[in-house]
C-alpha cells in the first residue's frame, strides 16, 4: 500500500550499553519493533493521531561477533549481514552500518551491545490533499500529562484522535509502544481510521 503520504522511519536503537572486554568476542542483541501510525495533519492546528498498528510479533537477535571478525571492517560487515539474514532489507542495512559504526568506536576490542530499536510506518492525512475528518474541539491544556512539562502549541506536541487529549509526541510514541490507551482518560487510541 504504497502512497506519496507513506513513509518509513527508523528509529536507531534508543538504549545501548557497549561493555568492553580484553579478550572475547562481541555481543550483538537488538530488538526490533515495526509499527504503522495513522496521523491527521491538518492545514491549521496540530496533528491528530488515529492509531497505532504493530506489523507483527517483536524480532529479537542476539549474536555473537568473532574478535577476528572485528579486525577487519569487511569481513565484520558480511558477519553481521549473514547473522541478519531474515530481516527485512532495509532494516538489515542500517543495522549493518550501526554494527559497523560501534565496532569502529570499539578500536578492536570486544563489546556488547544491547538495542532497541523501532521500525515506524508512518501513514499521513492530509488536509491539504483532499483528507477531512471530524475533528472534536480542542481541549486547552499547558502540560503533557506524561512528563508534567510544558506544552506548546507547536509541532513537538500532538493530540490523540477521539479524546482531544495534548502530549509531546516523543511522550506520546513511547507510550503508545506498550499501552493503547490515551495516558490521560484511557479512552482506546489503537483504532484505525476507516479509509
Ligand atoms: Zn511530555
Ligand atoms: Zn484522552
Known amino acids: 500500500m504504497e502512497n506519496q503520504n507513506s513513509r518509513r522511519v527508523?528509529?536507531?536503537?534508543?538504549?545501548?550499553?557497549?561493555?568492553?572486554?580484553?579478550?572475547?568476542?562481541?555481543?550483538?542483541?537488538?530488538?526490533i519493533e515495526i509499527f504503522r501510525r495513522d496521523i491527521y495533519r491538518p492545514i491549521t492546528g496540530k496533528e491528530r493521531l488515529f492509531g497505532q498498528t504493530s506489523l507483527g510479533p517483536p524480532i529479537q537477535l542476539k549474536f555473537?561477533?568473532?574478535?577476528?571478525?572485528?579486525?577487519?571492517?569487511e569481513a565484520c560487515r558480511q558477519?553481521?549481514?549473514?547473522?541478519?539474514?531474515?530481516?527485512?532489507?532495509?532494516?538489515?542495512?542500517?543495522?549493518?552500518?550501526?554494527?559497523?559504526?560501534?565496532?569502529?568506536?570499539?578500536?578492536?576490542r570486544a563489546f556488547e551491545l544491547k538495542a532497541d530499536a523501532e521500525d515506524v510506518e508512518y501513514?499521513?492525512?492530509?488536509?491539504?490533499?483532499?483528507?477531512?475528518?471530524?475533528?472534536?474541539?480542542?481541549?486547552?491544556?499547558h502540560e503533557c500529562s506524561i512528563c508534567l512539562e510544558e506544552l506548546c502549541?507547536?509541532?513537538?506536541?500532538?493530540?490523540?484522535?477521539?479524546?482531544?487529549?495534548?502530549?509531546h509526541k516523543l511522550c506520546l510514541w513511547r507510550w503508545i509502544r506498550t499501552k493503547s490507551s490515551c495516558p490521560l482518560c484511557r479512552h482506546p487510541i489503537y483504532a484505525r481510521p476507516k479509509f
Not at 64 to 73: D, M, N, Y
Not at 91 to 102: D, H, M, S, W
Open 153 to 167: 502549541d507547536n509541532e513537538e506536541s500532538i493530540e490523540t484522535h477521539d479524546c482531544s487529549h495534548a502530549f
Open 64 to 73: 555473537e561477533i568473532p574478535s577476528g571478525f572485528l579486525a577487519s571492517i
Open 123 to 141: 501513514h499521513l492525512m492530509e488536509e491539504s490533499k483532499g483528507w477531512t475528518t471530524c475533528i472534536p474541539k480542542s481541549i486547552p491544556v
Open 10 to 31: 527508523f528509529f536507531y536503537p534508543i538504549t545501548f550499553s557497549p561493555r568492553f572486554h580484553s579478550d572475547s568476542a562481541s555481543h550483538f542483541s537488538i530488538k
Open 79 to 108: 558477519h553481521v549481514s549473514f547473522v541478519l539474514a531474515d530481516v527485512e532489507p532495509r532494516t538489515r542495512e542500517i543495522l549493518v552500518l550501526y554494527a559497523i559504526q560501534l565496532n569502529g568506536e570499539s578500536r578492536g
